[in-house]
């Protein structure tokens, strides 16, 4: 799967997580993805964070460092 791909989904679920809240949205975009990503996906999201990750909201972002360290 594509990085912009990957990007337009992860920040899909930001935005649904991003109404309940700051301090439980980037919880929860986490959580969501350790569930329902498959591995390669989730590899795929944070080697795209380490590279910079252009495009992704703030809040995926912090997800994706709070998955990074969840492992």
Avoid: C
Wanted: glycine share 8%.
């Amino acid at each position: 799967m594509s990085p912009d791909r990957l990007v337009y989904m992860a920040n899909q679920i930001g935005s649904f997580f991003r109404s309940q809240g700051a301090d439980k949205a980037v919880p929860g975009i986490a959580e969501h993805l350790k569930k329902f990503w498959e591995p390669r996906m989730r590899r795929a999201i944070i080697a795209h964070v380490d590279a910079g990750g252009d495009g992704l909201a703030p809040e995926v972002l912090a997800a994706v460092e709070v998955l990074k360290t969840a492992k």
